[in-house]
């Protein structure tokens, strides 16, 4: 999707917010780009970010470092409990090597047969919190 697109989907979402300063939770927030995005149209928002893939962790980190007051990041997997659990970090063949836009607490089923470029490596252990 290219980025005027992406822009126009998050102008729909906040069309259907109430308030100009809402609190959004960004699951799975990658490098930030969505909550740069959320910022950009609602600069009174407070974003709560969570990213447990360290490869994408330290791009958000890199990438948002003049939003920091207005958001926070928890490199913490959602969870139904507290504790460990493993997760499949994506990467991606040729082109799409360091792919890291896949990667779950479920292991891979269908994404590897709909996406076959898309491979997952060894599952690495990462914290978990729940709602």
């Known amino acids: 999707?290219?980025?005027?697109?992406?822009?126009?989907?998050?102008?729909?979402?906040?069309?259907?917010?109430?308030?100009?300063?809402?609190?959004?939770?960004?699951?799975?927030?990658?490098?930030?780009?969505?909550?740069?995005?959320?910022?950009?149209?609602?600069?009174?928002?407070?974003?709560?970010?969570?990213?447990?893939?360290?490869?994408?962790?330290?791009?958000f980190k890199e990438k948002m470092v003049s939003d920091r007051d207005r958001m926070r990041l928890s490199e913490v997997a959602i969870?139904?409990?507290?504790?460990?659990?493993?997760?499949?970090?994506?990467?991606?063949?040729d082109s799409a090597k360091e792919w890291d836009l896949s990667g779950s607490i479920r292991r891979p089923k269908n994404h590897l047969s709909e996406y076959e470029w898309v491979r997952f490596d060894p599952p690495i252990s990462v914290e978990t919190r729940s709602c």
């Open 1 to 59: 999707m290219d980025p005027v697109c992406e822009l126009n989907v998050h102008r729909q979402i906040v069309s259907l917010l109430d308030k100009p300063n809402p609190v959004i939770f960004d699951i799975g927030c990658n490098d930030g780009s969505d909550a740069q995005r959320f910022l950009r149209l609602l600069p009174s928002a407070q974003l709560y970010c969570f990213e447990p893939d360290p490869r994408a962790a330290a791009r």
């Open 79 to 93: 969870s139904d409990r507290n504790g460990m659990i493993e997760f499949h970090p994506s990467n991606g063949n």
